[in-house]
């Protein structure tokens, strides 16, 4: 070879590098292989289309627009440098240029990636050390990421620098930053000088090689992989096989029951705190943090010796006292990182809930998927908090005595508050005594277009029981024909699931689709989300298939066919809150506001947060049912709709309704302002009159 380098010695330290890199790699992916099998890593096309969006077009990450064009310059700067490396190694060896790269056009790319990727770096150190974003660790690792990458980047202009010297070449307008380091060294040392940056550049991208599968890092390989086998579709719960008479547990408390996908996310994640940094429970000092859920998940897979000793039993709600109404995340940020430490005795394999996660964890999650939605590298935090609730009901028989009671009642009378059973059609008979109509049940009219799923907020509770009969107003005015089920209505099984009892899930689950299948029923519309999401994407897994609508779906459709007429005006301003099992779990944030655009003179107002992107009430995943300690949810919500100015904050969940009504009431503020379901309002505006009849019990 014609080059200055020692090609055999550069060849077997650059295989000592990819040979310790490959051996880290191959460790790492016998761990996600190890895991237990679901079904969910397998390749569709589909999943390739959204891998390239999320990889080359960082979706997910523009997001925070700011940290997303900064990760932007870094991925392309890195794999221009990629080509220049290339072009540096081979030039030091060969004595010659690649043919490709010997041309100004190269080199002004290849000079634009560095300084690209130096600011890039600058302003990366500057948003975790300057700005301290509350999500971003702090403490060595990151700097030492960071000072690498700008090392590096030195690296290569100095090579660049001393190769022009040693070759007496001019400056050059197509390579200025090599041509202006270049007038600043002197010639006697440019041999010397580009040997010595030229091993520099080698080891430097050697060692920072075999230390990205060590890091978070890791990431550069994983997250293309997690996105690519990321299930598609609407998010669900996958069925436990609870018949299954060699199972000696349900659900998860070991790392041997985490999943391949599972451990594929937890290689994957990059430590970025976006999920944290919208986490309802995170931000109400409840101590859930999914960031870190994570992060220790994939310690104790690796069998590091650690364990999580918090020194109390949550966040210190002082801490935030000053700022009752604001979403921080600091408390529990602290919380998470001083109480992950280093176990006593021998390295054993800790049982994950106590050691890892904490019960009080588990039960804060509103199951809201917010920290799903946000992740830039497609990772599904909420399984493994689904499997190990799974884990404390059905194997240990533990949970919340408000859930427990909760439970109970479902089990006995089908209702979360134990009514009895026969009085899930008292709203019926008022309904009826008032109206002068009696709703038809699927005894009467065994054929309707749509079977209306009352479900047991709409039949039972004083609030949603409103919004009940504004849609049995409004769909009768429809003209179209429908029915309910009456008694034979029971439980949908959404509240059982999220707390994590699969055996009344199922057996509510079975009834119900039984009862279906009796009456031939082929569409249903429901006012609640939960019930939408369970009906539409998980009653599929055991054998029913329909069309189901969400009201605001169906009244949008009424309103746009003509069948429904929005002629009175309503004068109030309004601002929507959307529920998460609408928003992010099926996309649904048009059809509400189809709606309200119809109604003459009312006037929407967004707030900051809005739409797939909006706070959770803080009613989801069973907390419906629970006491909540610390602050509130839905007092922190129910600030942002105040902050927009507007008379009413509308929702299309019987769960929201009611959140958002008690958070103006502990905020003194309902004289200031209401809470409606958009079929309230509608029917404002449908009937006339200003208000929606209403019923006591």
């Known amino acids: ?77 890195f794999l221009m440098l990629q080509l220049g490396a290339l072009e540096i190694l081979w030039k030091g060896v060969a004595g010659s240029s690649i043919p490709w790269a010997d041309n100004g056009v190269f080199s002004i790319l290849q000079e634009t990636a560095v300084a690209a990727v130096l600011l890039a770096v600058f302003y990366g150190a500057y948003r975790r050390y300057g700005e301290k974003l509350s999500r971003l660790p702090k403490g060595w690792k990151p700097l030492l990421v960071l000072a690498w990458i700008g090392t590096l980047m030195i690296s290569v202009v100095a090579t660049l620098a001393f190769d022009r010297l040693r070759e007496g070449k001019s400056a050059s307008g197509y390579a200025p930053i090599s041509s202006a380091a270049a007038s600043i060294l002197p010639e006697s040392g440019a041999q010397p000088g580009y040997e010595i940056a030229w091993w520099a550049h080698l080891l430097i991208l050697l060692g920072f090689l075999v ?15 997690n996105w690519l086998l990321r299930p598609v579709g609407r998010p669900k719960l996958a069925p436990l096989d609870l018949e299954n008479e060699e199972a000696e547990k349900f659900g998860m408390n070991s790392v041997d029951d985490l999943t391949r996908k599972t451990r594929l996310d937890l290689f994957a994640c990059v430590e970025c705190g976006r999920c944290t940094d919208v986490c309802p429970a995170a931000n109400t000092d ?40 604001t979403m921080d995340i600091r408390s529990t940020m602290e919380w998470q990182t001083t109480g992950w430490i280093k176990r006593d005795g021998e390295n054993a394999r800790p049982e994950l809930i106590g050691e890892v996660i904490t019960e009080q964890e588990l039960w804060s999650c509103t199951t809201c998927r917010h920290c799903e939605e946000r992740c830039p590298v497609g990772n599904l935090q909420l399984s493994p908090i689904m499997e190990m609730r799974r884990y404390l009901v059905l194997t240990e028989g533990k949970m919340p005595s408000e859930a427990r009671r909760t439970l109970q009642n479902i089990d006995r009378q089908s209702n979360p508050w134990g009514f009895p059973r026969q009085e899930r059609t ?40 409103r919004v009940t009969f504004a849609l049995a107003r409004l769909l009768r005015e429809s003209g179209i024909s429908f029915a309910v089920l009456g008694a034979e209505e029971r439980n949908s099984g959404d509240t059982p699931r999220r707390l994590g009892d699969e055996f009344l899930f199922q057996e509510l689950c079975r009834s119900n689709i039984a009862t279906f299948k009796r009456y031939g029923v082929t569409r249903i519309v429901t006012a609640c989300p939960h019930t939408y999401h369970l009906f539409r994407n998980e009653y599929p897994d055991f054998g029913f298939h329909a069309k189901v609508s969400h009201h605001t779906e169906l009244l949008a459709e009424l309103l746009e066919s003509g069948r429904l007429s929005a002629r009175h005006a309503v004068h109030r301003s309004l601002t929507l809150h959307d529920s998460c099992y609408l928003a992010r779990y099926n996309d649904v944030t048009d059809a509400p506001r189809r709606i309200l655009a119809c ?28 006491e909540e300690p610390g602050r509130r949810v839905n007092e922190v919500r129910t600030a942002q709709a105040l902050a927009t100015g507007a008379e009413l904050i509308g929702s299309a969940c019987p769960y929201c309704l009611t959140m958002m009504e008690e958070g103006l009431r502990k905020r003194g503020a309902e004289e200031r302002a209401g809470a409606l379901d958009v079929a309230e309002v509608l029917a404002m505006s449908v009937f006339g009159g200003g208000e929606t009849v209403q019923f006591t019990k």
């Open 1 to 77: 070879m014609d080059g200055s380098i020692n090609g055999w010695i550069a060849a077997v330290v650059a295989l000592c590098g990819v040979v310790v890199f490959a051996r880290i790699v191959l460790v790492k992916i016998k761990l996600i292989l190890d895991g237990v099998p679901d079904g969910k890593m397998k390749f569709e096309w589909r999943r390739a289309r959204r891998a390239g969006e999320q990889i080359f077009g960082h979706r997910r990450l523009l997001q925070d627009i700011r940290s997303g064009l900064m990760h932007l310059v870094l991925f392309y700067g």
């Open 211 to 225: 230390y990205v599968p060590l890091s978070k890092h890791f990431h550069i390989f994983t997250a293309p992989v």
């Open 286 to 325: 409840k101590g859930l943090s999914p960031m870190h859920l994570m992060t220790k998940l994939r310690d104790s897979l690796q069998g590091k010796n650690m364990a999580f000793r918090p020194g109390s039993g949550s966040p210190d709600p002082q801490s935030s006292a000053s700022r009752p109404e």
């Open 426 to 465: 008292a709203w019926m008979e008022e309904f009826a005594a008032k109206e002068g109509w009696r709703i038809p049940t699927l005894r009467d009219n065994p054929h309707p277009d749509w079977l209306w799923w009352v479900g047991s907020m709409g039949a039972y509770d004083m609030r949603a029981g």
């Open 599 to 626: 109604i003459p003179e009312l006037l929407t107002r967004e707030m900051e947060r809005s739409g797939k992107q909006g706070l959770c009430c803080g009613a989801g995943g069973g907390r419906m049912w629970m």
